[in-house]
């Protein structure tokens, strides 16, 4: 019976086609096009067909004939064609992920005749696939699919969407409410659904996404759709990753337009011929708003360069420079030009400053920024007046004060001449004391005085290089300073180690020893039996190293860091003006050196220093 051959619901109808056929039988091919025909098989399957009928004319009658041809493969492999243009024709015309995973879902589901597609996307930060969209059959609504599904995350192996991100791998499960990795169970049971297909989303070994469909047959294993939604995926992942690079760009161009914008220079980026390609907001602003220069004015398509040149036409300095500059910049003769330049409105005076440098691309092309510099030219010149006011009060105060200085000491000096002469006409034991008085008060303003000129020389007087014998120096002003003394019981100890000759100011060498040395005199230590003053000089091609040690009072470690301090004093005991110390920092490090001090109470007090030789 032919009948056995054709599935249930369509074998009343074939009896009534049959039955008109033979009234009027005519040759045809059925099922290859138009209504689509189905075998059943005997396991009760159905299957598409292509039938062939004809009718044959014989001395018994009519005779038919016909074929009946098995067309699975063949509309499975039009099927595949048909999901291969589909997903091809939605990645060229798709603009977002959002509306490639809405399309692509719901082809690929209706394609393949299954009810459930679904798209989850890999987080990278957290390592996890999230839920991203879902496509339904009318059979099962889209909100029960998200309700289950948001919220959701999977890490590699995890659930089925994890196990093809792991495997790589296209998965097909008959059923899968058999499986026991699978957390979605409940849902599966309740909604009906069995067969599952997963397929990862990827470009080389890099896994963007995972996209399932479900069924609610259970569908035996297809390798070539596994293989096709395998191939699909790549497909899919290219788009994904491309939609992201370009996002990124999109976002990374938003952000830098957005500080270029932000910022107050102007900046305009030209080509090779001059054309101005991009400004920012700052560069327009300043065009359209001041009545200047066509350097100024010139706005995108228009040529720089040719500007600069028709400015250069008047005689316009600062457009020949920047046009020369900007030329060898883009000509790699340097790599940066720049320029300060006044460009004055009507009603202020203002200042600029232009920075040309390459811009690295495809084709030559530079950035030109321009910056108003108008607050710091201002600045700027309130501070040279200021200097030079200040130079000319320090210079008429030096001088005063040289000057007064200068003429106090004749007055001083007669005074201690009075001082002496009373001393050797007299016997009278108390004028001799107020005479001896008078003495030291009129000494220690002298040499106060003697302070503030050595000071104001060192500041004032260019420094005068000769050839220097530390050896001499330093044994006059032993005698000198010796005979002027009060105490005795002193032991100098002089070291020069000299091989090359030392060149150095004179003078202001011997105002640092002579308070050195004067100092390790006047805080000698009483309790001591021998006042050791050991002084050593040792000379090189570069500098020289001097030490000057003493076994005096010392001086306590909390004063250590302040004794070169202006007026600092670290007792009242012994009579000082607190400059001594002061003016020896100053004068050495004129002469390009530096000292430090390492004391210590009641043993004594160590200075060294270095000063520069001066020949080299």
Known sequence: DLEILLPEQVRVRHSDHFTKYQTSPVNRSM??????????????????????????????????????????????????????????????????????????????????????????????????????DSWHSSSLTKADFDQVSHGLSFSSGVGLPGRAWESREPIWIDDVTLESNFHRLPFVNKSGLQSALVFPIQV????????????????????????????????????????????????????????????????????????????????????????????????????????????????????????????????????????EYPCHSHDRCRWFSMRVTKFEGSEPMVVISRLDITERKLAESKLIRNNAELLKTNSELDHFVYSTSHDLRSPLTAVLGLTQFIEEETNEPDTLEHAKMIRSRIKRLDDFVKNILDYSRNNRLDIKTELINFEVLINQLINNLSNKSEKSNFDFRVNVDSDVPFYSDGERLRTIFENLIGNAIKYCNPNQSKNLISISVKTSIKQAEIVIEDNGIGIAEEHQDNVFDIFYRISGLVPGSGLGLYLVKETIEKLEGSIKVKSTIGEGTIFSFTIKNLAI
């Open 204 to 339: 080389d070994e890099k896994v963007v996404g995972v996209m399932e469909v479900y069924s609610y047959k259970i569908n035996a294993e297809d390798k070539p759709i596994m293989e096709m939604l395998n191939s699909i995926g790549r497909q899919i992942s290219q788009f994904i990753l491309r939609k992201q690079a370009e996002n990124e760009l999109l976002q990374s161009e938003i952000f830098n337009r957005g500080v270029l914008n932000s910022l107050t220079s102007h900046i305009a980026v030209i080509d090779s011929s001059g054309v101005i390609l991009a400004v920012n907001e700052s560069w327009k602003r300043f065009g359209n708003e001041n009545e200047v220069t066509e350097m100024h004015r010139a706005g995108i398509g228009s040529n720089y360069l040719k500007a600069c040149q028709e400015a250069s036409k008047t005689d316009d300095m600062v457009a020949i420079d920047a046009l020369n500059g900007i030329m060898d910049v883009l000509d790699d003769k340097r790599p940066i030009f720049y320029q």
């Open 31 to 132: 099922g290859s096009s138009g209504m689509p025909l189905f075998g059943r098989k005997k396991d009760g399957s159905e299957f598409p067909t292509e039938i062939s009928l004809n009718s044959i004319d014989t001395e018994d009658g009519l005779l038919f004939l016909s074929t009946i041809r098995d067309i699975s493969e063949r509309k499975k492999t039009e099927q595949r064609f048909n999901i291969e243009y589909a997903t091809g024709k939605i990645l060229n015309q798709a603009n977002s992920i959002e509306e490639l995973a809405a399309k692509m879902l719901k082809v690929i589901g209706e394609s393949l005749k299954w009810n459930v597609a679904a798209l989850w996307m890999v987080d990278e930060k957290v390592e996890k696939l999230f839920y991203v």
